[in-house]
């Protein structure tokens, strides 16, 4: 396991809950004043254009101009609360937005490597497929803490684990081996993870190239016997 700090950070989650219910709320209040004033507006025009009915006309008019006006704000209300809800708080049936990880990059940008790792951990806890904390962690392990053993653990872990299009998937078996090869001085450290590229992926370019590769950094029956 890698080294705690003790304390756990996490964005706060009930200032964002908050924003999302106020923005609904303006909106709401923003429909019902435009649409009520634009039909009270459109209603006095007709009542002074047909006043020369007859004097009923006039509060016949602003009657039937306050039921239009006040049904159809309803209507354009409930509607801009709905547009609100969806625009602002996305129910689980829409397509989610791709999270963003400012707070964990923070600590990262202000030097708290490890608690910039906790946060990241977190995360991935939390059971995202996104490799994107996977490789933060492995690259902040990397090039920040030096701590090159918990590095390839998480490398590994963001090829397993998470969803990885075939570029990303290369770009990082290559810089497990690179790290296990130059930092570790164990290039057969990669040879499990490249066994199962080279077996999840058999027959495509990513699986060809993982396949050659452990047949290089797997250690000879000799190395083996001297190691």
């Known amino acids: 396991m890698e080294p705690r700090s003790g304390r756990r950070f996490s964005a706060p989650s009930g200032r964002r809950d908050v924003d999302q219910l106020n923005r609904a709320r303006r909106l709401q209040v923003f429909a019902w004043s435009l649409t009520g004033g634009l039909i009270g507006g459109l209603w006095g025009v007709f009542g002074v254009l047909l006043s020369d009915w007859g004097v009923w006309t006039i509060p016949a008019m ?3 101009g306050w039921s239009v006006s006040s049904f159809g704000t309803f209507g354009v209300l409930a509607f801009a609360g709905r547009a609100g809800q969806l625009l602002y708080s996305p129910s689980g049936k829409s397509t ?10 923070s600590l990262v940008a202000r030097g708290r490597f490890q608690e910039a790792v906790d946060a990241f951990t977190d995360i991935v806890a939390s059971g995202t497929s996104d490799p994107t904390p996977y490789l933060r962690i492995a690259r902040v392990y990397r090039d920040e803490l030096r701590q090159h053993d918990d590095a390839a653990r998480w490398f590994k872990k963001a090829i397993m684990d998470s969803s990885m299009h075939s570029g990303l998937l290369a770009l990082t078996a290559r810089e497990l081996v690179e790290l296990c ?3 570790l001085e164990d290039p057969a450290r990669a040879a499990p993870t490249l066994a199962w590229i080279a077996e999840r992926h058999a027959g495509t370019e990513q699986g060809e190239w993982a396949a050659s590769e452990l047949l290089r950094v797997k250690p000879t029956p000799k190395e083996g016997q001297d190691g």
């Open 62 to 64: 602003a009657l039937l």
């Open 181 to 183: 090869a130059a930092k």
């Open 96 to 105: 989610p937005s791709k999270q963003e990880y400012s707070f964990a990059e």
